[in-house]
């Protein structure tokens, strides 16, 4: 036991009363040594029961610390009050809507033992289902959200790749980015100092942001699929598309920051995409997948439609492009079939479309925000 060292876990919070009970108790129901670690609860301006449930906890419990920043701008904003509090060894982060699971210090930890050059540890994140009834949740959890396994092709347990060329798919914090999300992610003293102990100040994507400076700083990123974290997901529609427009929004801006001035298209019908990068003054990426080609046909069958009405003339134009709608239709929706229970096949449609819409706006957004080309990517 007194081998083990001295951690420290940080959780960025705000109104989260409905999830807080829960991630409190998970948290103490780690299996580590309470007198090795200390929860520090970084809140950026809570106007719900938050802080008065902490405070309540923090009675019974000493290691449970609390630092409040008045109207936070971001998740990073609080992150950083509590990173400049931390004084653990390794340093483990998670957030108000998490619940760690009892083995989940243990298992983060053990890489850096591993290698001495590991310095930032990033677990699996599955659903924790808070209402049985709740239809965001069951698409959230039969869709696996948030799920990290994939990323950069790595499936199992393993080192991430280095950033090779500055590409934007490199950078940008999508399927091909090497970054943990900090719901689920653990960095040593050692890195948190090389980077400043500081997330950036933007409003979104500071996870990226972190973990790419890291990357960048010489560290070595790991995957460890055993150290899980049980995410309790957003419960109506409206949050969850709100969510997905914030990711949207975030990817512009590490590509922004961290990209060289390339323009990559990308085709999304192979585990690495087909990729053409064209240098350019104006960096950034354009996805081509189902989502676009629906969307593309779509609109060229209307168009045609039309001129074939305006001009009566007849033509095949129609006819192809309307067959290409419904092939690319079928393919973006085909993974709904899928999901359970069937007959709620139309509510599953409508969650996964309204949600990509949401990511495309926030894209749209963010690119035209601070200049560059970004069409996000088709689920």
Same mark, same amino acid.
């Given at each position: 036991?007194?081998?083990?060292?001295?951690?420290?876990?940080?959780?960025?919070?705000?109104?989260?009363?409905?999830?807080?009970?829960?991630?409190?108790?998970?948290?103490?129901?780690?299996?580590?040594?309470?007198?090795?670690?200390?929860?520090?609860?970084?809140?950026?301006?809570?106007?719900?029961?938050?802080?008065?449930?902490?405070?309540?906890?923090?009675?019974?419990?000493?290691?449970?610390?609390?630092?409040?920043?008045?109207?936070?701008?971001?998740?990073?904003?609080?992150?950083?009050?509590?990173?400049?509090?931390?004084?653990?060894?390794?340093?483990?982060?998670?957030?108000?809507?998490?619940?760690?699971?009892?083995?989940?210090?243990?298992?983060?930890?053990?890489?850096?033992?591993?290698?001495?050059?590991?310095?930032?540890?990033?677990?699996?994140?599955?659903?924790?289902?808070?209402?049985?009834?709740?239809?965001?949740?069951?698409?959230?959890?039969?869709?696996?959200?948030?799920?990290?396994?994939?990323?950069?092709?790595?499936?199992?347990?393993?080192?991430?790749?280095?950033?090779?060329?500055?590409?934007?798919?490199?950078?940008?914090?999508?399927?091909?980015?090497?970054?943990?999300?900090?719901?689920?992610?653990?960095?040593?003293?050692?890195?948190?100092?090389?980077?400043?102990?500081?997330?950036?100040?933007?409003?979104?994507?500071?996870?990226?942001?972190?973990?790419?400076?890291? &990357? /960048?700083?010489?560290? #070595?990123?790991? =995957?460890?699929?055993? @150290?899980?974290?049980?995410?309790?997901?957003?419960?109506? %529609?409206?949050?969850?598309?709100?969510?997905?427009?914030?990711?949207?929004?975030?990817?512009?801006?590490?590509?922004?920051?961290?990209?060289?001035?390339?323009?990559?298209?990308?085709?999304?019908?192979?585990?690495?995409?087909?990729?053409?990068?064209?240098?350019?003054?104006?960096?950034?990426?354009?996805?081509?997948?189902?989502?676009?080609?629906?969307?593309?046909?779509?609109?060229?069958?209307?168009?045609?439609?039309?001129?074939?009405?305006?001009?009566?003339?007849?033509?095949?134009?129609?006819?192809?492009?309307?067959?290409?709608?419904?092939?690319?239709?079928?393919?973006?929706?085909?993974?709904? &079939? /899928?999901?359970?229970? #069937?007959?709620? =096949?139309?509510?599953? @449609?409508?969650?996964?479309?309204?949600?990509?819409?949401? %990511?495309?706006?926030?894209?749209?957004?963010?690119?035209?925000?601070?200049?560059?080309?970004?069409?996000?990517?088709?689920?």
């Amino acid at each position: 036991m007194n081998d083990l060292p001295f951690i420290t876990i940080i959780n960025p919070i705000r109104n989260v009363e409905r999830t807080l009970e829960t991630n409190l108790k998970s948290l103490l129901e780690i299996d580590y040594p309470k007198e090795k670690m200390e929860i520090v609860f970084g809140d950026g301006g809570s106007t719900d029961r938050t802080v008065d449930i902490i405070r309540d906890w923090q009675k019974r419990y000493e290691l449970i610390k609390l630092v409040i920043v008045p109207n936070s701008k971001s998740p990073g904003e609080a992150r950083n009050a509590a990173l400049k509090m931390a004084r653990g060894d390794y340093i483990l982060f998670t957030d108000g809507d998490c619940a760690p699971r009892k083995d989940w210090a243990r298992k983060i930890l053990e890489p850096f033992f591993k290698d001495r050059k590991i310095d930032m540890v990033g677990g699996e994140i599955h659903t924790l289902r808070t209402d049985a009834d709740n239809d965001v949740e069951a698409y959230c959890e039969q869709t696996k959200f948030l799920m990290v396994s994939g990323r950069c092709l790595l499936k199992n347990e393993g080192y991430y790749p280095n950033i090779m060329k500055d590409l934007p798919h490199e950078v940008n914090g999508n399927m091909h980015s090497p970054f943990f999300a900090t719901a689920n992610a653990a960095v040593s003293k050692e890195a948190a100092d090389a980077v400043g102990r500081e997330f950036w100040h933007e409003i979104t994507s500071e996870d990226v942001d972190f973990s790419l400076r890291i &990357l /960048k700083a010489g560290f #070595k990123l790991y =995957f460890k699929p055993s @150290a899980i974290v049980d995410h309790m997901h957003r419960v109506t %529609l409206a949050a969850y598309c709100k969510q997905l427009y914030g990711y949207g929004f975030g990817h512009p801006l590490a590509v922004q920051k961290h990209a060289k001035n390339v323009l990559e298209i990308q085709l999304q019908y192979t585990p690495a995409y087909l990729t053409l990068a064209i240098p350019l003054p104006k960096k950034g990426i354009i996805y081509i997948g189902d989502f676009h080609l629906m969307h593309a046909f779509g609109l060229a069958f209307i168009i045609t439609l039309i001129q074939n009405a305006v001009t009566k003339a007849v033509t095949m134009w129609p006819a192809i492009w309307g067959t290409l709608f419904l092939f690319y239709l079928y393919r973006y929706f085909k993974p709904m &079939l /899928k999901l359970q229970p #069937k007959t709620k =096949f139309f509510t599953w @449609a409508k969650i996964r479309y309204l949600s990509n819409w949401a %990511l495309m706006r926030g894209g749209f957004k963010s690119a035209k925000t601070f200049g560059v080309i970004y069409i996000e990517s088709s689920w």
